[in-house]
């Protein structure tokens, strides 16, 4: 079966353009535009693996994290954090709370935050 990888990312331009990516390489893809929906789609599909954007609307993506972390349903799922925001406190606290990886979006191509997706699947 395929996996499935859910993208929290508010950017729509942006997440339609991973969904691409994500239905190109076979896996199956959720989406989301903001933590709360996040949050829902999470407790009802529990996908195989997360990519968190941190600035979201509502609640952002730090604290979506650590909800998720804090749900023994849905903890162990890993999850990527996918941000612009490149400061080293971001990034561990990011690690911190147990993301899996902390990539940055201006440094990656789509192509290549799909590839880390699949190196953390595997």
Request: proline residues 4%.
């Amino acid at each position: 079966m395929n996996k499935t990888i859910l993208i929290i990312e508010d950017d729509r331009f942006l997440r339609e353009l991973m969904v691409r990516k994500i239905v190109k390489e076979n896996f199956n893809s959720l989406e989301a535009s903001s933590g709360e929906e996040g949050l829902e789609i999470l407790k009802k599909e529990k996908p195989d693996l997360i990519l968190l954007d941190l600035i979201l609307p509502g609640i952002g993506g730090l604290e979506v994290l650590k909800r998720i972390k804090q749900d023994q349903s849905i903890k162990s799922i890993p999850v990527i954090i996918l941000s612009n925001l490149a400061e080293p406190e971001e990034i561990e606290k990011g690690i911190k709370l147990g993301a899996a990886d902390y990539l940055i979006k201006a440094h990656l191509t789509p192509r290549e935050i799909i590839e880390k997706a699949k190196t953390v699947l595997k």
